[in-house]
């Protein structure tokens, strides 16, 4: 059964940092991961949509990373803002079936002026 | 390209009542997939319809139920609602296998 974990659940940084926000799934075969934004209330943005086949994928001050070996995905945001606090969530597509989403419980950032 | 659109944005009803949430997906999809949020959570699979059907069920009662109309729309209904029910509901289409896109959300508060 595919679980997704994400650490830390809380964050709180000073503008500028750097940050790096950590994913784990227990099972390597999903079809892609996708990170997703957040804001209080609200729906979900996608961010960034990493294909099984790709290791990485960049938008912006934005860059996720894939290793589906070790059951891994990082968001490295760059430069951080204020206006990046959110809720940041993961999730891995099934490969079969529904193709459903396994989603993580969310870190929550927030980025102090 | 409208993306997914959800109705209504937000709802407040009552224990006991029940509730219909509507979906329509994007452009060239046929899939239609409901998830549940509860507050401090992860969205949570509820159901996918394609061709009309359901075709898998995540782990909801049968208080859950919904429908695909033939424009591939989709509803999602919710009988005796309960207080735990309060969530944002959302829905993800697709074109069978793509990846799934998602619509903004529809808030239900359950009072």
Known sequence: ?113 | DAGVTQSPTHLIKTRGQQVTLRCSPKSGHDTVSWYQQALGQGPQFIFQYYEEEERQRGNFPDRFSGHQFPNYSSELNVNALLLGDSALYLCASSGGTDTQYFGPGTRLTVL
Do not use: H, M
Not at chain 1, 43 to 63: A, D, H, M, P, V
């Open chain 1, 1 to 113: 059964k595919q679980e997704v974990t994400q650490i830390p659940a809380a964050l709180s940084v000073p503008e500028g940092e750097n940050l790096v926000l950590n994913c784990s799934f227990t099972d390597s075969a999903i079809y892609n991961l996708q990170w997703f934004r957040q804001d209080p209330g609200k729906g979900l943005t996608s961010l960034l949509l990493i294909q099984s086949s790709q290791r990485e994928q960049t938008s912006g001050r934005l860059n996720a990373s894939l290793d589906k070996s070790s059951g891994r995905s990082t968001l490295y945001i760059a430069a951080s803002q204020p206006g990046d606090s959110a809720t940041y969530l993961c999730a891995v597509q099934l490969p079969s079936g529904t193709y459903k989403y396994i989603f993580g419980t969310g870190t929550r950032l927030k980025v102090l002026a």
